[in-house]
């Protein structure tokens, strides 16, 4: 005979084969008979059945009684209708006939009515009970002990047999009584109705009421449609006509602040007014304007009483369960349900999917919810106005989507627009200030509205950019141009909200995973399952709580660093005012002192100021700044105004004024014109995209939707499947569904992929990095590409000096290179000691680190005390003597060069001294003084690595400095002599070389993006490794980007006319052996062409580069991967905000310049970074991947088996696998360390990729396999068969008694083991994080759980098996059939063997079984997804990576 068991097993493993129609058999599971045949095909020895109850007999006539149940009663009393004797038979008694199944009236059939009940027969011994056919036996077995004869023919059945003919008796088997149901009169229910129905009658009331109230507004609107149509559809020439009007309206609303000196300017970002429909704010943002109602608000409070009123109705129901209500009902399980399990099982049902809906409902329309209950109106007429902004995400490691990627995305963007997620709502109040100006604050910027243009407009005011007409407004404001100029920008403050803790939670907790957790752990609480419901609610609180406390403290620190208020004085109707730096606005003129923190940005007007800007730039040391030249020359913040601006954020050190001066502003005091205030600073525009970032979409974040939507795929099969296999009824069907719905995704999901991040940054933290942006650590896991700046950053911050060569005026030839300065003339040591802009500040020089390491070399001193800008004191024994600044132009990167005018008190003579890179100092040299080597001495140094700086010098025929008050920089550098050279001596930091190598051994390519020159750059590549030494090196330059690049090799200094045929050449690892090198002008050039996008990965140095190349140069990078920039602050400051990840090396631990700061001020600190990052990354996917495969064994074996057989695992066994495996393997699964060194790949960021697929794939499989074989073997045991789970037997509503039997015990240990080798599974994987062997907490955690499994499924009956009730029984069977005498509380078995203890010899099979199948698991994880297997497919068949040069 064909053995059905194996056949089970089959196909609990392939399950979708379960969707056959079949039907069920009352005592059968579907696809086999249950205690029929034993495992050699013979049928089974039925069972003895002790004490069974047996059912009245009822006959017309009591006189037909068998004799055996003829009535007896003592004299005294008499037998009544209830079949017993009584003294006298009362009218309760008589009613309560057996014979009647508590019928009455119309509900009592007509043949039973006369119906009275014989004697009971005592309870029967069934020596071969038949499950299958139990009713039968237990009728011949009660017959038989009556004394009936042949009763099947003479004894009918109550309802279907009735008396007639030979039929002169019927057994009392009353029909099922039917299921108490609500009348829905009761009290509760009635409120329910009430309370929601009057909800619903608000709700329409204010509907209607909305309507008619929004009238006017929607007519306006029809026609503003109509009118845009009309002009949609007429002709270009129409629109063309439009379009100067609609200019030329909107620039008028500079009208609005009429009468002050500097003209004002409203930008393009400007919001039209006219309709609703709410004109654009730019980039396609809309207004809407709302006005309150009370009857609205109302409605809104009502819904949210509603609401917790739900959930509250949710915790009663739970409550109820438990017997836990107060009062009467106190102690009475069921008791609102009339104490059946089936109707409160229903019942809560039907209040969690009602509570569910609403919560979903709300997170939906959340957006949208508080003003759909205000009334709609033109924003200019509102209390408040509703800023509708497009959500543009920023998607990282995009990749080729499939079709279903595709058509997923396509429905997901679909379902995002219909329920506005693609659009951010701002509601912002509509405040009127005390000048009558209506204006609202929106990401904390003032918008105005302008009647004239009808629009809203955010106000800044340009005050110039001409040096001359800036320095003229150092007379200040009038105290009515001040107060016109604030009511249009609003204070100069940056208010931060942080929320409170109990606002901050909210936040949180309102998210749709909180809300799919909350909805799901209720389930959890209601169905005796509480313990394992609060075990998941800690750690999600406990998730949530560093979440939030996290984001409180970063917030927090933001809010410190951007309110910044304090007392200044102030130049206002030219009297000196104290007041608040909230009070200023641009064009006030205010007092620097030291000390004070910049709270805008300001134009230094005259005076000196050094000033420390690490917490705005990252720069580590002083920057000095200087006041405008009075001359016509135009202020560019970016460019050469930029060492004459105070930048809010800042701190003044220490200011100089300058009471004499030939070319600046003379005061006694530092003053400065405010330029920005607010959010216009630069200050205000990094807190700004810091407080409202554009949302960043990793490539997880998409192919989660596939995985979601596999995930509810599946969740319906399961749902099916519970329906098909389960045969219960459908309430329990439906609850053991959601249960499996709500292990198939585990709850604590979300916090266990958060959790390796947050365990990253504490890392990252005490090797003092410092990150402001966790998410960034996902990001950073995954860099292809890091950029560095060069000096301070790949070398040591300061240089050193190396000598001098000076130019012989005679000859016209370089003199020899002479390393100590007094060596060389007298001009050149001038030169040396002034041509500077180096200042003394408590003992510290201060200035830039060349112009440092250039005066320690003059060996001169600084006056304290200087008559002009600046004095020298030459060093003792020096032939020249004191110098007097009285003119400087200093460096900027435009120009290349700085200048001064010095006056050498000892001969009363005005010498100029220019300096700065080579290439500029020959340009502005006569060529007669320049030597015919120049070049090639220069490229020389360069290539050795020297830092080359030239000076030139000119003598002006003039005594007085005021002489030459009015000449221009370039009119005093024209006509100067070539003096020589000064070099310094770039030098690496000591683990440069070492940082660079392990991070090109991360397959990290490695990029220099530097200001100084070309060689230099090359030189110092060279020598830290980031250029192969090998390799040729082609150089690319061009004096404009207009000019063609003149290519040639560094090393040869041939010109190579064609960089094509070099490039092709190829080395042993398939990438070109020729490198490049380009400079600032050049990637211009190639920018402009569009060949940067051919040639980006073959340049390796990117020199004397401009902030705003560097920006460039980063963006051109992302462009084709995930690109760091690290740099020490200053002129790196655009390019670390721009990367996709930035790390300064900073001192300032609270720098908002990018995610990531380090103290450390080592490259190392960004190997450290992509280690952690990527350890955070792999620990986070594990910890994904541990619970999926959790998910789907839960979900998968288990559930069918459970579904299948009508078994659970018990209720202890639960509570070990969720609230111990799964919670302990999660946790100390991100505890793992990260890999000593970076490994030659990166961790996978692709959830549906082939590393991913095939570890939980090919696990999963593996776990369904022995998960399948184990029945085939249960099933061949002798000890098993004939005495198998009855499935009619048990009430599947009791789900913790389920367990009692071999099928669970069986399922029971095979899933514990699995699921304890699932979280252990997902250590391996040394590459990014430290061998599983290191992770000493995991290892505990899992031989502990290991051993305590093993230890129940091995040892005897015990006091911990039976708590598990594994391998344990009933007391009396224990004591009976095994000897073990119990000390302990055990509840009975729920079935007819009364224990479930294997055999000791199947014990140890068992266990071995269960042993192979971590064995395999282990051997798929180590050898195919980590192991050769792996290392063989992806040498033959590799994934599409970046192919880079590394």
């Known amino acids: 005979?064909?053995?059905?068991?194996?056949?089970?097993?089959?196909?609990?493993?392939?399950?979708?084969?379960?969707?056959?129609?079949?039907?069920?058999?009352?005592?059968?599971?579907?696809?086999?008979?249950?205690?029929?045949?034993?495992?050699?095909?013979?049928?089974?020895?039925?069972?003895?059945?002790?004490?069974?109850?047996?059912?009245?007999?009822?006959?017309?006539?009591?006189?037909?009684?068998?004799?055996?149940?003829?009535?007896?009663?003592?004299?005294?009393?008499?037998?009544?209708?209830?079949?017993?004797?009584?003294?006298?038979?009362?009218?309760?008694?008589?009613?309560?006939?057996?014979?009647?199944?508590?019928?009455?009236?119309?509900?009592?059939?007509?043949?039973?009515?006369?119906?009275?009940?014989?004697?009971?027969?005592?309870?029967?011994?069934?020596?071969?009970?038949?499950?299958?056919?139990?009713?039968?036996?237990?009728?011949?077995?009660?017959?038989?002990?009556?004394?009936?004869?042949?009763?099947?023919?003479?004894?009918?059945?109550?309802?279907?047999?009735?008396?007639?003919?030979?039929?002169?008796?019927?057994?009392?088997?009353?029909?099922?009584?039917?299921?108490?149901n609500y009348r829905y009169n009761e009290s509760y229910w009635l409120a329910t109705f009430a309370v929601n129905g009057a909800l619903a009658a608000?709700?329409?009331?204010?509907?209607?009421?909305?309507?008619?109230?929004?009238?006017?507004?929607?007519?306006?609107?029809?026609?503003?449609?109509?009118?845009?149509?009309?002009?949609?559809?007429?002709?270009?020439?129409?629109?063309?006509?439009?379009?100067?009007?609609?200019?030329?309206?909107?620039?008028?609303?500079?009208?609005?602040a009429k009468g002050s000196p500097a003209s004002e300017k409203a930008p393009a970002l400007s919001i039209k007014t006219a309709g609703d429909q709410a004109g654009s704010l730019g980039q396609g943002i809309t207004l809407c304007g709302y006005n309150n109602n009370i009857f609205g608000t109302f409605c809104v409070w009502a819904i949210v009483v509603v609401t917790v009123l739900w959930i509250c109705y949710m915790g009663v129901w739970t409550g109820d369960y438990y017997g836990s209500l107060p009062g009467w009902r106190h102690g009475i399980p069921y008791s609102l349900a009339y104490e059946s399990s089936f109707l409160e099982l229903a019942s809560f049902l039907f209040v969690w999917a009602i509570t569910f809906i609403i919560l979903i409902v709300l997170y939906i329309v959340k957006p949208h919810l508080r003003n759909y209950f205000r009334i709609r109106t033109l924003p200019s007429k509102g209390q408040l106005v509703c800023v509708i902004r497009p959500v543009h995400n920023i998607k990282l490691l995009e990749d080729k989507v499939n079709w279903i990627q595709h058509r997923i995305n396509q429905l997901t963007d679909r379902l995002t627009v219909m329920l506005c997620r693609d659009m951010d709502y701002t509601t912002c109040p509509v405040n009127v200030t005390s000048g009558n100006l209506t204006y609202f604050t929106y990401q904390c910027t003032r918008y105005i509205f302008d009647k004239s243009t009808e629009q809203f407009a955010p106000?800044?005011?340009?005050?110039?950019?001409?040096?001359?007409?800036?320095?003229?407004?150092?007379?200040?404001?009038?105290?009515?141009?001040?107060?016109?100029?604030?009511?249009?920008?609003?204070?100069?403050?940056?208010?931060?909200?942080?929320?409170?803790?109990?606002?901050?939670?909210?936040?949180?907790?309102?998210?749709?995973?909180?809300?799919?957790?909350?909805?799901?752990?209720?389930?959890?609480?209601?169905?005796?399952?509480?313990?394992?419901?609060?075990?998941?609610?800690?750690?999600?609180?406990?998730?949530?709580?560093?979440?939030?406390?996290?984001?409180?403290?970063?917030?927090?620190?933001?809010?410190?660093?951007?309110?910044?208020?304090e007392e200044v004085l102030v130049l206002r109707d030219s009297k000196w005012t104290k007041m608040t730096t909230r009070h200023l606005v641009a064009g006030d003129v205010v007092e620097v002192t030291s000390g004070a923190h910049m709270s805008c940005d300001c134009i230094l007007l005259s005076g000196n100021a050094i000033m420390n800007e690490s917490s705005l730039t990252g720069e580590p040391?002083?920057?000095?700044?200087?006041?405008?030249?009075?001359?016509?020359?135009?202020?560019?913040?970016?460019?050469?105004?930029?060492?004459?601006?105070?930048?809010?954020?800042?701190?003044?050190?220490?200011?100089?004024?300058?009471?004499?001066?030939?070319?600046?502003?003379?005061?006694?005091?530092?003053?400065?014109?405010?330029?920005?205030?607010?959010?216009?600073?630069?200050?205000?525009?990094?807190?700004?995209?810091?407080?409202?970032?554009?949302?960043?979409?990793?490539?997880?974040?998409?192919?989660?939707?596939?995985?979601?939507?596999?995930?509810?795929?599946?969740?319906?099969?399961?749902?099916?499947?519970?329906?098909?296999?389960?045969?219960?009824?459908?309430?329990?069907?439906?609850?053991?569904?959601?249960?499996?719905?709500?292990?198939?995704?585990?709850?604590?999901?979300?916090?266990?992929?958060?959790?390796?991040?947050?365990?990253?940054?504490?890392?990252?933290?005490?090797?003092?990095?410092?990150?402001?942006?966790?998410?960034?650590?996902?990001?950073?896991?995954?860099?292809?590409?890091?950029?560095?700046?060069?000096?301070?950053?790949?070398?040591?911050?300061?240089?050193?000096?190396?000598?001098?060569q000076g130019v012989d005026p005679s000859t016209g030839k370089f003199k020899p290179f002479e390393t100590d300065l007094p060596s060389t003339d007298t001009l050149f040591q001038q030169a040396v000691a002034s041509c500077h802009a180096v200042t003394e500040l408590n003992g510290q020089l201060i200035g830039n680190p060349v112009d440092i390491e250039q005066f320690r070399a003059s060996k001169a001193a600084i006056d304290p005390a200087p008559e002009y800008l600046d004095a020298v004191t030459p060093p003792e024994g020096s032939s020249f003597g004191k110098l007097h600044v009285v003119r400087r132009f200093e460096f900027v990167h435009a120009r290349a060069s700085?200048?001064?005018?010095?006056?050498?008190?000892?001969?009363?003579?005005?010498?100029?001294?220019?300096?700065?890179?080579?290439?500029?100092?020959?340009?502005?040299?006569?060529?007669?003084?320049?030597?015919?080597?120049?070049?090639?001495?220069?490229?020389?140094?360069?290539?050795?690595?020297?830092?080359?700086?030239?000076?030139?010098?000119?003598?002006?025929?003039a005594t007085d400095p005021t002489q030459i008050k009015g000449l221009t920089q370039d009119e005093l550098e024209t006509g100067c002599d070539l003096l020589g050279l000064l070099v310094f001596k770039n030098m690496l930091k000591d683990d440069t070389a070492q940082a660079i190598a392990e991070l090109k051994g991360g397959s990290t390519r490695t990029v220099m993006i530097t200001g100084d020159t070309a060689l230099t750059g090359i030189y110092i590549a060279r020598q830290c490794g980031m250029l192969p030494a090998d390799n040729r090196v082609l150089l690319g330059e061009c004096k404009t980007q207009m000019d063609e690049i003149q290519w040639i090799d560094v090393d040869t200094m041939e010109p190579v006319s064609d960089i094509r045929p070099h490039l092709a050449e190829l080395g042993p690892d398939g990438f070109s052996t020729t490198e490049l090198a380009v400079n600032g002008a050049a990637f211009e050039r190639l920018c402009l062409t569009g060949e940067i996008d051919s040639l980006i990965f073959n340049i390796r140095v990117f020199a004397r580069m401009k902030p705003a190349h560097?920006?460039?140069?980063?963006?051109?990078?992302?462009?084709?991967?995930?690109?760091?920039?690290?740099?020490?602050?200053?002129?790196?400051?655009?390019?670390?905000?721009?990367?996709?990840?930035?790390?300064?090396?900073?001192?300032?631990?609270?720098?908002?310049?990018?995610?990531?700061?380090?103290?450390?001020?080592?490259?190392?600190?960004?190997?450290?970074?992509?280690?952690?990052s990527r350890a955070g990354l792999a620990t986070s996917f594990a910890n994904f991947a541990a619970l999926i495969c959790y998910g789907q064994v839960m979900s998968g074996m288990v559930k069918m088996a459970s579904f299948y057989f009508a078994i659970s695992l018990t209720q202890n066994l639960w509570m070990l696998i969720d609230g111990a495996v799964a919670t302990g393997m999660m946790l100390t699964i991100s505890l793992s360390g990260p890999a000593r060194r970076l490994a030659p790949s990166r961790p996978t960021s692709r959830i549906l990729g082939p590393q991913m697929l095939a570890s939980v794939g090919g696990?999963?499989?593996?776990?369904?396999?022995?998960?399948?074989?184990?029945?085939?073997?249960?099933?061949?045991?002798?000890?098993?068969?004939?005495?198998?789970?009855?499935?009619?037997?048990?009430?599947?509503?009791?789900?913790?008694?389920?367990?009692?039997?071999?099928?669970?015990?069986?399922?029971?240990?095979?899933?514990?083991?699995?699921?304890?080798?699932?979280?252990?599974?997902?250590?391996?994987?040394?590459?990014?994080?430290?061998?599983?062997?290191?992770?000493?907490?995991?290892?505990?955690?899992?031989?502990?759980?290991?051993?305590?499994?093993?230890?129940?499924?091995?040892a005897d009956p015990n006091r911990v098996g039976c708590a598990f009730r594994l391998n344990c029984g009933t007391a009396s069977v224990l004591e009976k059939e095994f000897g073990t005498k119990v000390t302990w509380s055990i509840e009975p078995y729920n079935s007819l063997l009364g224990h479930n203890v294997i055999p000791r010899a199947s014990r140890y099979a068992l266990w071995g079984y269960c042993i192979g199948n971590m064995a395999a698991s282990n051997i798929w994880q180590l050898f195919f997804i980590n192991g050769p297997v792996r290392r063989l497919l992806s040498k033959k068949k590799p994934l599409h990576r970046l192919k880079v040069k590394l």
């Open 621 to 804: 040391l002083p920057i000095r700044k200087f006041p405008l030249h009075i001359d016509d020359g135009d202020y560019d913040a970016m460019g050469s105004g930029k060492i004459s601006t105070l930048y809010a954020g800042t701190i003044v050190s220490q200011v100089q004024p300058v009471a004499k001066s030939s070319d600046s502003l003379e005061s006694d005091r530092v003053l400065a014109l405010v330029w920005h205030t607010g959010t216009m600073s630069e200050k205000g525009q990094l807190v700004r995209k810091i407080l409202f970032p554009n949302p960043i979409t990793f490539i997880f974040n998409e192919q989660m939707r596939i995985v979601i939507f596999i995930l509810v795929l599946y969740a319906g099969f399961v749902m099916g499947m519970a329906a098909y296999l389960y045969q219960g009824n459908s309430t329990a069907i439906v609850f053991f569904g959601v249960f499996a719905l709500s292990q198939l995704c585990s709850p604590i999901l979300p916090a266990a992929m958060v959790i390796g991040q947050s365990v990253a940054a504490v890392r990252l933290r005490k090797k003092q990095v410092y990150c402001v942006d966790p998410q960034r650590i996902m990001i950073a896991g995954k860099v292809q590409m890091f950029c560095f700046d060069k000096t301070g950053t790949l070398t040591k911050e300061g240089l050193e000096f190396y000598g001098g």
């Open 459 to 565: 106000f800044e005011f340009d005050i110039g950019t001409n040096h001359r007409s800036l320095v003229a407004q150092a007379r200040g404001l009038s105290s009515e141009e001040a107060f016109s100029r604030q009511e249009l920008v609003g204070p100069n403050f940056i208010e931060v909200k942080v929320l409170n803790v109990f606002m901050a939670f909210a936040r949180e907790f309102f998210g749709f995973f909180y809300i799919y957790q909350f909805i799901f752990l209720w389930a959890f609480y209601f169905y005796e399952y509480y313990q394992v419901g609060l075990v998941d609610t800690g750690i999600i609180l406990l998730s949530a709580t560093i979440k939030v406390a996290l984001r409180m403290q970063s917030e927090r620190r933001l809010k410190r660093m951007a309110e910044q208020e």
């Open 1259 to 1354: 696990t999963v499989f593996i776990n369904w396999v022995f998960g399948a074989l184990v029945y085939v073997w249960l099933f061949q045991q002798d000890w098993f068969r004939c005495n198998e789970h009855a499935t009619a037997e048990v009430d599947p509503n009791m789900w913790w008694l389920l367990g009692d039997n071999f099928e669970a015990s069986v399922l029971s240990f095979v899933s514990a083991f699995q699921f304890v080798n699932n979280g252990f599974l997902v250590n391996y994987g040394y590459r990014f994080r430290a061998a599983w062997y290191k992770n000493y907490a995991l290892l505990v955690v899992w031989a502990f759980l290991i051993s305590f499994v093993s230890y129940i499924l091995l």
């Open 898 to 957: 700085m200048s001064v005018t010095v006056l050498d008190e000892a001969t009363s003579t005005l010498h100029v001294f220019v300096k700065g890179s080579f290439e500029r100092i020959k340009s502005l040299s006569r060529s007669e003084s320049v030597p015919g080597n120049y070049d090639e001495a220069c490229a020389n140094l360069a290539r050795e690595g020297c830092y080359v700086l030239a000076f030139a010098h000119k003598t002006i025929d």
């Open 1 to 180: 005979m064909l053995r059905k068991p194996q056949a089970v097993a089959l196909l609990l493993l392939l399950a979708s084969a379960a969707l056959l129609c079949m039907h069920p058999v009352a005592a059968n599971q579907l696809w086999h008979d249950v205690n029929r045949y034993d495992a050699h095909g013979n049928e089974c020895k039925l069972h003895e059945k002790n004490d069974v109850v047996c059912s009245m007999v009822c006959v017309a006539d009591i006189n037909n009684c068998p004799s055996s149940l003829q009535p007896s009663c003592p004299d005294s009393q008499s037998f009544c209708a209830d079949g017993q004797c009584h003294d006298q038979c009362t009218d309760e008694i008589q009613a309560q006939n057996p014979c009647h199944c508590k019928r009455s009236g119309k509900k009592l059939p007509a043949e039973a009515a006369d119906l009275v009940p014989c004697m009971a027969i005592p309870n029967v011994t069934i020596y071969e009970f038949h499950p299958w056919n139990s009713k039968a036996d237990i009728r011949n077995a009660c017959g038989s002990e009556a004394g009936i004869a042949d009763q099947s023919k003479t004894v009918g059945v109550w309802g279907s047999t009735w008396i007639g003919g030979d039929i002169d008796a019927v057994w009392a088997e009353c029909p099922a009584a039917p299921a108490p």
């Open 202 to 256: 608000f709700l329409a009331l204010w509907s209607l009421y909305k309507f008619w109230a929004e009238r006017g507004i929607r007519s306006i609107s029809n026609m503003h449609a109509r009118s845009t149509a009309e002009r949609s559809s007429s002709l270009s020439t129409d629109d063309a006509a439009i379009m100067p009007k609609a200019i030329s309206k909107e620039a008028s609303s500079s009208d609005i």
């Open 1110 to 1172: 560097k920006v460039e140069c980063i963006e051109q990078h992302m462009k084709y991967g995930v690109t760091a920039m690290c740099g020490d602050g200053g002129n790196d400051c655009g390019a670390l905000r721009a990367a996709h990840v930035g790390i300064a090396l900073s001192d300032a631990e609270a720098s908002i310049v990018s995610p990531f700061s380090s103290s450390d001020r080592s490259i190392m600190s960004c190997v450290q970074l992509l280690i952690e």
